[in-house]
């Protein structure tokens, strides 16, 4: 008999706060965990905290980089320890009993959180470090964590007044237990609505492997005999894409873009304008002009107007590539008969037929050649050719589901220990959409030398048992984006676990995901891992050139779904304390900016989780663009040397950028590795749009 959440649970008896045991430097015991071990191991992991931390603030000693920064790092282990399981819990196993722990839980870590920072012995004495002249007589690592250790505390009000701590305080826990709200709620919607197709007549244009997967997924509703596609995006773009049937592409369509907005228990715009409310008044405590400023400050964009100016840049060509797409779109509608305007359900539908009469390429070919597994072995041969890893299954560490699995990484040459690689690829009750990775152990070489562990997850949708399950190369290009932040985790080889990895600043972390896309379409990864899924050949090498060939294409499309998206998000935190509803300021700034009707925002408002699930991406979703100047340009470092898989640029890449974590500026370590600044031009290249002619004072220069 499992306990419920109220049953309590002694220290010794929870699993979830014990230390990591077994191989590969321990792992955590995913197969003990239940949902009642949660609050009370956070409880006492907490007070845990409180007593490292106290005996740091309170040592009579002078504070030294040692005694304080350093004993910073070791505080806190077990803590963080639970928030890693507790977190895969929050995506991926989240149901009732996880939730009500987590409405409960969430207003205390962020006090617990303002409790930390705003214990004035302890930031006295790491300000004494960072203000030291002796600082810079210390390492540069070293040097560079003390600088963000005060940092951080600074940013985040250890230098107020007793009553604006407090106000603090208040803010941190009501926005917390708001981001909470609007998760649960997003997900609700995403788990609680589904299209139910009928009849075979409802399959229209479905291409089989996406008809068996929505006929399991029906199964698992208890519909065994029907058909089902479920609110998420894995399953809304492929159903958007080959469905003939316009009304139930409409309907699809309305389920996933009206999430957190059908105005009922689950609907996120009263919860939107109360974060935005509660972020201005907290800039403002915290001295800046908005909350967009104070998540810049420490990017490699420092301020709003230079992520403004990037995303403008930007904007007007990708909307000029729109009109031609749409007008493309409507004349193939046109000859067809059809007697309506190109709608946002129908974009991807009538895209596709433009795809196949301008480049003789249909998604539906190129389907049966991307297979899940098969690319998987396509990442783990690119990370070999790059990196010199090699991924060895295993089987002797828990799981937390039955679909995950875990393989062992290590160095090609010696046989060395890098980390484990754990991925959860399908959709399921109680996990959230999208795909991400997860770090759940930091690599570092402060107190011996700790292996990282890393995890990819997605939401493809299984097929029949035994079957291949096949992707398309959007998704496809999204595995290789999250395998990308997963090397960026592995290749770290830094001394404190604060810098490691993707610690990074928000839009130089998107730089090396981004990166790896690039090697998806390479003629090496297609010839040996793009094998049809019937017959087990190669993609032919004449679909591979139409692939480079259409490699443009629908970039307006991408670009502008995201954009819109992004400059929403920056214009919402940029309108300082302004009350805002924000239905009403989407459509308002979307016809401002002058966004095609025939696109949506890649995630609307009462959706975006990127923006309201937390502060993460708040202010910053214009990173993926960002990061994306600094793509183009690093591959064009490939391409201007012996191709995708040259050994001494990968090299480069993998000394100044994939392994150094934040020991360093970003902005330094790409001109380490490329030897200049990355421009608007390479990107534009990438896109297919027109590159900008210099001002002349720019070109004499």
Known sequence: MQPSATTPTTQPENPVLAKWVGPYGGVPAFDKVQVAYFKPALEAAMEQTRKEVAAIAGNPAAPTFENTIAAMEDASRTLSDVRTIYGIWSSSMNGPEFQAVEREMAPKLAAFSDEITQNEQLFQRIEAVYTSPDKAKLPPEQQRLAWVRYTNFVRAGAKLDAAAKKRMVEINQRLASLYTSFSQNVLADEEGYAVILESEADLAGLPDSFRAGAAAAAEARGLKGKWAIPNTRSAMEPFLTYSSRRELREKVWRYYVDRGDNRDAHDNNAIISEILKLRAERAKLLGYATHAHWRLENTMAKTPERAMELMEAVWKPAVARVREEVADMQAIANKEGAKFKIAPWDYRYYAEKVRKAKYDLDQNEVKPYLQLEKLREGMFWVAGELFGFVFEPVNNVPVYHPDVRVWEVKDKATGRHIGLWYFDPYARQGKRSGAWMNAYRAQERFKGDVTTIVSNNA????????????????????????????????????????????????????????????????????????LNAETGKPVPPEL????????????????????????????????????????????????????????????????????FAGDGYSAGYYSYLWSDTLTADAYEAFTEGKGAYDRDVAERLRKHVFSVGNTIDPAEGYRAFRGKEAGIDALMRKRGFPVPSAPASKKAK
Do not use: C
Request: hydrophobic fraction near 40%; proline fraction near 6%; charge should be negative.
């Open 544 to 611: 591979v050139a139409r692939i480079t060939k259409a490699s443009t294409f629908n970039q307006g499309f991408a670009t502008v779904e995201y954009l819109a998206s992004a400059l929403v998000d920056m214009k919402l935190h940029l309108a300082g304390d302004k009350p805002i509803d924000a239905d009403a300021f989407e459509r308002e700034t979307l016809k401002t900016l002058g966004m095609p009707q025939e696109i949506v925002m890649r995630h609307r408002t009462p959706q975006f989780s990127h923006v």
């Open 459 to 530: 939401n493809f949708v299984k097929g029949k048992p035994g079957e291949p399950v096949l992707i398309s190369w959007e998704d496809a290009s999204t595995l290789f984006h999250e395998f990308g932040h997963a090397l960026h985790g592995l290749n770290s080889q830094v001394t404190y676990g604060t810098l490691s990895g993707t610690a990074v600043a928000r839009d130089y972390v998107e730089f090396p995901s981004q990166l790896l896309e690039h090697w998806l379409p390479t003629p090496e990864v297609l010839n040996r891992f793009a």
